[in-house]
């Protein structure tokens, strides 16, 4: 015997507000944001990700790969914009 209490507008809708939640990402904090100012200090003045990574581990007991510095540095506005003009400068060179 079907359920006459069936309401299909209804039922679509409850699952599309759990498929938003489920889809919504998750941000977390990273452990190098407490260091923010100064990686960005030190990769401005020419530290590679290398050199950030071995700071790390030397002054702050954080082991952490040249790679997640990398990636990390390049989610920040002040380091993407310095990024975009050097490289505006790199072709302006070049022609």
């Not at 030397?58 to 082991?63: L, T, V, W």
């Amino acid at each position: 015997m079907p359920n006459h209490d069936f309401d299909p507008h209804k039922e679509l809708a409850e699952v599309k507000s759990l498929r938003t939640v489920q889809r919504r990402k998750r941000f977390r904090k990273s452990k190098l944001d407490r260091y923010r100012a100064e990686l960005v200090a030190m990769y401005r003045t020419g530290a590679s990700s290398q050199d950030l990574a071995t700071w790390l581990r030397m002054k702050h007991r954080m082991k952490v790969h040249r790679s997640s510095i990398a990636r990390y540095l390049r989610t920040l506005p002040e380091v993407v914009a310095k990024m975009t003009k050097s490289s505006a400068e790199n072709t302006e060179k070049e022609i």
